[in-house]
């Protein structure tokens, strides 16, 4: 059983035993119509959340990596990646979370998504270093419309499907002419390919494991999978930074020795590795769409809120 599962079923047992029937009747009835309220709560300030540390990430990583030109992707992502699967091992060893020993099985099932969720991390730290132009947000924007369309060829659940693909289409629309009609920088050549791959592989990654985890959800909790994700993640990037010339770059060219470039990077480093947790644990164990709408919300309503 899931540990969160475990603690709910546990408070939910001394509940029982120690409230008198009629006053347990009296507080379900009274909260079985706020349920639905607090669930919107819920989802509006985990989205609100998310929105303001995507705020802060690019808001981060836009100082520092132009002002002490540290613009490698590639460790980058690697230490955020990283840094959750440090995080998991904690919680793990503190009895928070229970995690399962790595599953090959698993992990070749999670292999693709392990893969395109690597290149589109190492994708969005290159855009934060290398374009200013606003092209690759502004595709990014496409992400809910793309996982709904794959959310029907992976066979996923979307409750109020077509309402649901309307008005995304109705609001990326609406925000991605916003955008352009204000203009855009001068855009290199890389964004006109990067962008558009970034989208795919990001909506093929959350499809995928989103799929995997609702075959697998009766042999391996949410924790399991991300775990493993994790793990195959960290080594297919570890590899990627030994092959890649910015690997001893990024160990040379940093300035180790100032207190604001240690503040800087732990900062963008721990606010990456939060985003990357918080899209795939959802995806992981709501859907495709829920992470989708999470990762895009900041970029979706803004421009709207700006004609107000």
């Not at 292999?111 to 690759?136: I, K, N, Y």
């Not at 947000?137 to 794959?150: E, G, K, Q, T, Y």
Request: net charge neutral.
């Amino acid at each position: 059983m899931d540990p969160w599962q475990n603690l709910v079923s546990r408070c939910t047992a001394w509940w029982q035993m120690h409230t008198p029937h009629a006053l347990r009747a009296c507080v379900y009835e009274v909260c079985k119509p706020l349920v639905p309220l607090l669930l919107c709560i819920t989802a509006l300030v985990a989205v609100i959340v998310y929105a303001l540390a995507d705020n802060l990430h690019s808001f981060v990583s836009r100082i520092f990596i132009p002002q002490y030109h540290y613009p490698f992707a590639v460790p980058i992502a690697f230490i955020q990646v990283f840094l959750n699967l440090l995080a998991l091992l904690a919680l793990h060893g503190v009895g928070l979370i229970h995690l399962k020993p790595f599953s090959l099985r698993l992990a070749e099932r999670l292999f693709v998504p392990a893969v395109c969720g690597s290149v589109q991390c190492v994708l969005a730290v290159w855009a934060e270093a290398c374009t200013h132009s606003g092209l690759f947000p502004l595709i990014a924007r496409f992400l809910p419309m793309v996982s709904v369309s794959l959310g029907h060829l992976f066979a996923l659940s979307i409750p109020g499907s077509i309402p649901v693909s309307c008005f995304l289409t109705v609001l990326t629309v609406s925000s991605v002419s916003v955008t352009v009609c204000k203009g855009l920088y001068a855009m290199e050549p890389l964004e006109f390919v990067y962008s558009p791959l970034s989208l795919i592989l990001h909506s093929i990654s959350l499809a995928w494991l989103a799929k995997v985890a609702q075959t697998e959800r009766s042999n391996a909790s949410t924790f399991d999978l991300y775990y493993t994700l994790t793990v195959t993640r960290t080594l297919l990037l570890g590899f990627l930074c030994v092959l890649h010339p910015d690997g001893p770059k990024a160990l040379s060219q940093g300035n180790w020795h100032s207190l604001l470039f240690w503040g800087y990077m732990l900062g963008m480093l721990l606010l990456g590795a939060v985003q990357l947790l918080f899209v795939d644990v959802t995806a992981l164990y709501f859907s495709a769409l829920p992470a989708a709408v999470l990762h895009a919300t900041r970029g979706l309503v803004l421009p709207l809120f700006s004609l107000l």
